[in-house]
């Protein structure tokens, strides 16, 4: 079965510090997204790209926050200089719109000290 | 604002019973919604509802969309121990944009 991975597994990281999460989306989707989950609430959208670009984004993803899509298969998301609030589960997933299928990755818990 | 709105917040069954979890939404240019299940990690895809009325079945789970009373329900029948999950709710929008729910706490006891 296709699956989104995503590296590392844990990050631990001292505040104002840049971080790079990365994820393989499946090959053959072309809808992807960031969400993170603070421990203990609920899952929160961050962005989607579609077609290398930003298709939509929340108010979390300030301007410390950026994504790319560098070669085609990789999804990265880059905070900046982390601040402490920003310790939580990243989940990157990606869609299939034909199939009506989404596919979350394992996630990253980003620990910011 | 948009939002989705799940109840109860926590059920706690036993093996064998049907619980029906809810979701309600307040979304602007709703396109479709979609239900996970979310156990120690990261959550699982169950379904997505795009059409009023349709039901979508996957073994002892199914769940169908009510676009005129702006909600959805998933159904577990014959529930087993390892249905204990939280089950999410979200709605993704035209704009491809996502609200998630609180999500149901489901506690399966033998």
């Known amino acids: 079965e296709p699956e989104v991975t995503q590296t590392p597994s844990h990050q631990v990281t001292q505040m104002g510090q840049e971080v790079i999460l990365r994820c393989v989306p499946i090959?053959?989707?072309?809808?992807f997204y960031w969400y993170r989950q603070i421990l203990g609430q609920k899952v929160e959208f961050l962005v989607s790209?579609?077609?290398?670009?930003?298709?939509?984004k929340s108010e979390i993803f300030d301007d410390q926050f950026s994504v790319e899509r560098p070669d085609g298969s990789n999804f990265t998301l880059k905070i900046r200089s982390t601040k402490l609030e920003d310790s939580a589960m990243y989940f990157c997933?990606?869609?299939?719109?034909?199939?009506?299928?989404?596919?979350f990755g394992p996630g990253t818990r980003l620990l910011v000290l | 604002e948009d939002k989705v709105v799940q109840s109860p917040l926590s059920l706690v069954v036993h093996e064998g019973d049907t619980v029906t979890l809810n979701c309600s939404y307040e979304?602007?240019?709703?396109?479709?919604l979609l239900w996970y299940k979310q156990e120690k990690k990261a959550p699982t895809f169950l379904f997505m509802l795009?059409?009023?009325?349709i039901e979508k079945k996957s073994g002892r789970l199914s769940s169908i969309l009510d676009k005129k009373e702006l909600s959805s329900i998933l159904n577990i029948t014959a529930t087993q121990t390892g249905d204990s999950a939280i089950y999410l709710c979200?709605?993704?929008?035209?704009?491809?944009?996502?609200?998630f729910g609180t999500g149901t706490s489901l506690t399966v006891i033998p």
């Open positions: 795009t059409s009023s009325g």
């Open positions: 090959s053959n989707h072309l809808y």
């Open positions: 997933a990606s869609l299939d719109p034909p199939a009506e299928t989404q596919y």
């Open positions: 790209f579609y077609n290398n670009e930003i298709s939509e």
């Open positions: 979200a709605v993704l929008d035209t704009g491809n944009q996502f609200y």
């Open positions: 979304v602007t240019n709703f396109r479709s």
